[in-house]
C-alpha cells in the first residue's frame, strides 16, 4: 500500500517535470511556427536567420526577454502585479495532468478530467482580470474588463458542446471518452458541437479574431499593457500553452484522442496520432488568426448569446432526446 | 428564413477566406533577401546624375556652359572648366553636386547642350556624414583633372 501511495507521488512529480519542459518547448515551437504560418499566408518567409529554418529566433527572443528589467509602475498594486502572471500559468500546466497522450500516458487519469481541466482554464479569467486591473493603466483595465465578458460569454457554449459529449459517453473521464471513439470519431456524430467547440475555444484563448482583450489597434496591448521582461514572457507562454490544451482537449473530445481514422490505426503509436492531430488543429487556429479581420465588441457578444448559445442548446437538446429513444 | 441565410451564407464566405489563405501558404514567397538579393531596377529609375562615356571620345563632352548650374531649382551643382586652346572649346575639369539636396527633377539633364548628362543607376548611396552626399562626377568618370 505504501509502496503505490510512493510510486503514484513518482509518477506526478515525473509527469509535472515532463509538463513544464513540454510546455516551455511547445511554446517556443508554437511562436516560431505561428511566424512562419502568418509569414507564408502573406508570402514573406517568416523567421530564417537565426538557425536552420529560424527555428532558434523564439529562444534568442526568449533570452532577450529573460535579460530584461522587470519594470513595475509605480501606482500598480505590486503584490497582484507580480502575481498575475504566476496565476496565468500555473492554472495552465494543470491541463497536462488529465491529457490523454497515449493509452497509458496519462499523468492521472480521474475521474473528473474534463470538469477539472475546464475548471482550471476558468482560472486565467482571474488572472487576466488581476493582471489588468493592478497595472493600473486604462488600457489594461479596459483589456481585462473586455477579457472577462468574453471568457464569460464564451465558456457557456463551450461547456454546453462538452456536455452533449459527456452525455454520450456518460463519464468525465477522458480515458473514457477517447476509448468511446474508437470506431467514430465524435466530429462525425456531433459536427455541430465540434464546430461550436473550436469557436468557443478560439475565443476563449484570447487569439484572433476574437483577441480584442489585446486588441493593439485600440488597446496598445490590452492587459499586459504594463509588463515587462519575462513576466511579459509568462503571458506568452500561457496563451501558447492554453492553445495547445484547448486543442489537445478537442482532439480527445471530437478527433478521436489516440485513435486513428476509423478505428484504423495502421501501426502508429497513439501518441503520435494524438500529436499529430492537435498541432493540426493548432494550425487551424493559426490559419484562422491570419485569415479573419477581429470582430467588434458588440458583435463579439452578439455572436455568442444570440447565436453560438441557443445552437449549442439545441444541439444539447436534441443530443439528449435521440439518446433516450436510441 | 433570410436569417438562416444568411448565417449560411455568412458562413461559406468564411470557408471561402480560409480557402484564399490556405492556397497563399504554398505559393512561392516573394521577399527579395535584399543584401544577398537585388531587385532589376525599373528602366525609368534615377539615380544622382552622372556623365555619359562618348565611345568616340572616351571621355564626357562637358563643355562647362554652366546651364545646369544656373537651371538647377536647387541650385546644388557646381561646374568649372578651363579653355585649353585659345580658338578651342571650354572643357569641364570639375563637376560636384549635393545629392542630399537634389529632387531629382532631370532638369540638368534636359537643359545639357552636349547631352553628356544621364541619370545613373545607383542607389547605396549610406553615408556617415552630410558630406558623403557631395559626388564628384569627374572622380566617377575616372578623370581627374588638376
Given at each position: 500500500?505504501?509502496?503505490?501511495?510512493?510510486?503514484?507521488?513518482?509518477?506526478?512529480?515525473?509527469?509535472?517535470?515532463?509538463?513544464?519542459?513540454?510546455?516551455?518547448?511547445?511554446?517556443?515551437?508554437?511562436?516560431?511556427?505561428?511566424?512562419?504560418?502568418?509569414?507564408?499566408?502573406?508570402?514573406?518567409?517568416?523567421?530564417?536567420?537565426?538557425?536552420?529554418?529560424?527555428?532558434?529566433?523564439?529562444?534568442?527572443?526568449?533570452?532577450?526577454?529573460?535579460?530584461?528589467?522587470?519594470?513595475?509602475?509605480?501606482?500598480?498594486?505590486?503584490?497582484?502585479?507580480?502575481?498575475?502572471?504566476?496565476?496565468?500559468?500555473?492554472?495552465?500546466?494543470?491541463?497536462?495532468?488529465?491529457?490523454?497522450?497515449?493509452?497509458?500516458?496519462?499523468?492521472?487519469?480521474?475521474?473528473?478530467?474534463?470538469?477539472?481541466?475546464?475548471?482550471?482554464?476558468?482560472?486565467?479569467?482571474?488572472?487576466?482580470?488581476?493582471?489588468?486591473?493592478?497595472?493600473?493603466?486604462?488600457?489594461?483595465?479596459?483589456?481585462?474588463?473586455?477579457?472577462?465578458?468574453?471568457?464569460?460569454?464564451?465558456?457557456?457554449?463551450?461547456?454546453?458542446?462538452?456536455?452533449?459529449?459527456?452525455?454520450?459517453?456518460?463519464?468525465?473521464?477522458?480515458?473514457?471518452?477517447?476509448?468511446?471513439?474508437?470506431?467514430?470519431?465524435?466530429?462525425?456524430?456531433?459536427?455541430?458541437?465540434?464546430?461550436?467547440?473550436?469557436?468557443?475555444?478560439?475565443?476563449?484563448?484570447?487569439?484572433a479574431p476574437?483577441d480584442?482583450?489585446?486588441a493593439?489597434s485600440?488597446?496598445?496591448?490590452?492587459?499586459?499593457?504594463?509588463?515587462?521582461?519575462?513576466?511579459?514572457?509568462?503571458?506568452?507562454?500561457?496563451?501558447?500553452?492554453?492553445?495547445?490544451?484547448?486543442?489537445?482537449?478537442?482532439?480527445?473530445?471530437?478527433?478521436?484522442?489516440?485513435?486513428?481514422?476509423?478505428?484504423?490505426?495502421?501501426?502508429?503509436?497513439?501518441?503520435?496520432?494524438?500529436?499529430?492531430?492537435?498541432?493540426?488543429?493548432?494550425?487551424?487556429?493559426?490559419?484562422?488568426r491570419w485569415t479573419f479581420p477581429r470582430i467588434r465588441?458588440?458583435?463579439?457578444?452578439?455572436?455568442?448569446?444570440?447565436?453560438?448559445?441557443?445552437?449549442?442548446?439545441?444541439?444539447?437538446?436534441?443530443?439528449?432526446?435521440?439518446?433516450?429513444?436510441? | 428564413?433570410?436569417?438562416?441565410?444568411?448565417?449560411?451564407?455568412?458562413?461559406?464566405?468564411?470557408?471561402?477566406g480560409?480557402?484564399?489563405?490556405?492556397?497563399?501558404?504554398?505559393?512561392?514567397?516573394?521577399?527579395?533577401?535584399?543584401?544577398?538579393?537585388?531587385?532589376?531596377?525599373?528602366?525609368?529609375?534615377?539615380?544622382?546624375?552622372?556623365?555619359?562615356?562618348?565611345?568616340?571620345?572616351?571621355?564626357?563632352?562637358?563643355?562647362?556652359?554652366?546651364?545646369?548650374?544656373?537651371?538647377?531649382?536647387?541650385?546644388?551643382?557646381?561646374?568649372?572648366?578651363?579653355?585649353?586652346?585659345?580658338?578651342?572649346?571650354?572643357?569641364?575639369?570639375?563637376?560636384?553636386?549635393?545629392?542630399?539636396?537634389?529632387?531629382?527633377?532631370?532638369?540638368?539633364?534636359?537643359?545639357?547642350?552636349?547631352?553628356?548628362?544621364?541619370?545613373?543607376?545607383?542607389?547605396?548611396?549610406?553615408?556617415?556624414?552630410?558630406?558623403?552626399?557631395?559626388?564628384?562626377?569627374?572622380?566617377?568618370?575616372?578623370?581627374?583633372?588638376?
Amino acid at each position: 500500500m505504501g509502496n503505490e501511495v510512493g510510486s503514484e507521488w513518482i509518477r506526478l512529480i515525473v509527469g509535472a517535470v515532463i509538463a513544464l519542459a513540454f510546455a516551455s518547448l511547445n511554446a517556443l515551437f508554437l511562436v516560431w511556427l505561428e511566424r512562419k504560418v502568418a509569414g507564408h499566408i502573406q508570402l514573406r518567409p517568416g523567421p530564417k536567420e537565426v538557425g536552420p529554418f529560424g527555428l532558434l529566433q523564439t529562444i534568442a527572443d526568449a533570452l532577450k526577454l529573460v535579460g530584461k528589467e522587470l519594470i513595475t509602475p509605480s501606482a500598480a498594486d505590486k503584490k497582484l502585479f507580480v502575481i498575475a502572471p504566476v496565476l496565468i500559468f500555473m492554472p495552465v500546466l494543470v491541463g497536462f495532468l488529465v491529457l490523454p497522450f497515449a493509452p497509458e500516458l496519462i499523468i492521472r487519469d480521474m475521474n473528473l478530467g474534463v470538469l477539472l481541466i475546464f475548471a482550471f482554464s476558468t482560472f486565467s479569467v482571474l488572472a487576466i482580470l488581476a493582471g489588468g486591473w493592478s497595472s493600473n493603466n486604462k488600457y489594461a483595465l479596459l483589456g481585462a474588463i473586455r477579457s472577462v465578458a468574453q471568457n464569460v460569454a464564451y465558456e457557456i457554449p463551450l461547456l454546453l458542446t462538452v456536455m452533449s459529449v459527456v452525455l454520450m459517453v456518460n463519464s468525465l473521464r477522458f480515458s473514457e471518452i477517447v476509448q468511446a471513439q474508437g470506431h467514430i470519431w465524435f466530429i462525425f456524430l456531433q459536427p455541430v458541437a465540434g464546430l461550436i467547440y473550436l469557436i468557443s475555444a478560439t475565443a476563449e484563448t484570447n487569439r484572433a479574431p476574437f483577441d480584442i482583450p489585446e486588441a493593439e489597434s485600440e488597446l496598445v496591448a490590452g492587459f499586459h499593457t504594463e509588463y515587462s521582461g519575462m513576466r511579459f514572457g509568462l503571458f506568452f507562454l500561457a496563451e501558447y500553452t492554453n492553445m495547445f490544451i484547448v486543442s489537445a482537449v478537442a482532439t480527445s473530445l471530437f478527433f478521436g484522442g489516440w485513435h486513428g481514422p476509423f478505428g484504423f490505426d495502421m501501426k502508429i503509436p497513439g501518441i503520435v496520432w494524438f500529436m499529430l492531430k492537435t498541432y493540426f488543429l493548432i494550425f487551424v487556429i493559426m490559419w484562422v488568426r491570419w485569415t479573419f479581420p477581429r470582430i467588434r465588441f458588440d458583435q463579439l457578444m452578439n455572436f455568442s448569446w444570440k447565436f453560438m448559445i441557443p445552437v449549442s442548446l439545441a444541439n444539447l437538446l436534441v443530443t439528449a432526446v435521440v439518446l433516450k429513444f436510441i | 428564413m433570410s436569417y438562416w441565410k444568411e448565417v449560411i451564407n455568412g458562413g461559406w464566405s468564411l470557408v471561402e477566406g480560409m480557402r484564399v489563405t490556405f492556397r497563399r501558404l504554398y505559393r512561392p514567397v516573394v521577399t527579395v533577401q535584399y543584401p544577398r538579393q537585388k531587385v532589376e531596377l525599373s528602366p525609368a529609375y534615377r539615380g544622382h546624375i552622372e556623365f555619359v562615356k562618348f565611345k568616340e571620345t572616351g571621355t564626357h563632352k562637358c563643355v562647362a556652359c554652366g546651364q545646369c548650374q544656373r537651371m538647377c531649382p536647387s541650385n546644388l551643382i557646381k561646374v568649372q572648366g578651363i579653355k585649353e586652346r585659345a580658338k578651342g572649346r571650354k572643357v569641364g575639369t570639375q563637376y560636384f553636386i549635393d545629392f542630399t539636396r537634389c529632387s531629382l527633377c532631370g532638369l540638368c539633364v534636359e537643359v545639357c547642350p552636349t547631352k553628356t548628362l544621364k541619370f545613373s543607376r545607383e542607389y547605396e548611396l549610406e553615408g556617415v556624414s552630410r558630406w558623403d552626399g557631395v559626388i564628384d562626377l569627374m572622380a566617377r568618370l575616372g578623370e581627374t583633372r588638376p
